[in-house]
Nanobody, 117 residues
Framework: QVQLVESGGGLVQPGGSLRLSCAAS????????MGWYRQAPGKQRELVAT???????NYADPVKGRFTSSRDNAKNWMYLQMNSLKPEDTAVYYC???????????WGQGTQVTVSS
């Protein structure tokens, strides 16, 4: 079993920044992809960014140039640096992990990000 815990959400003004963290623990294999997703009220969960075990990054168009994802494989942590935040970035942000050994997808509990003046 794998556990994911997000942290770092909060209230920020438009144009501000936040850094989210995701700590993975449990029975992790050596190779796994991680990702950030978000879900705004009344909307479906959507991709924000993914990062492979080799460090390959993929970003959704709405966040390109503003968000940066990174991971620390030694500590099993993943980060999302969010700059130039907009009100439309308001959502619950979820950390995900796909384990290639078990072929299972895990989710964290989510952390709320609110961008408002």
């Amino acid at each position: 079993q794998v556990q994911l815990v997000e942290s770092g959400g909060g209230l920020v003004q438009p144009g501000g920044s936040l850094r989210l963290s995701c700590a993975a623990s449990g029975n992790l294999s050596a190779i796994y992809n991680m990702g950030w997703y978000r879900q705004a009220p009344g909307k479906q969960r959507e991709l924000v960014a993914t990062i492979s075990s080799g460090g390959n990054l993929n970003y959704a168009d709405p966040v390109k140039g503003r968000f940066t994802s990174s991971r620390d494989n030694a500590k099993n942590w993943m980060y999302l640096q969010m700059n130039s935040l907009k009100p439309e970035d308001t959502a619950v942000y979820y950390c995900s992990l796909f384990d290639f050994r078990s072929r299972r997808l895990y989710w964290g509990q989510g952390t709320q990000v609110t961008v408002s003046s």
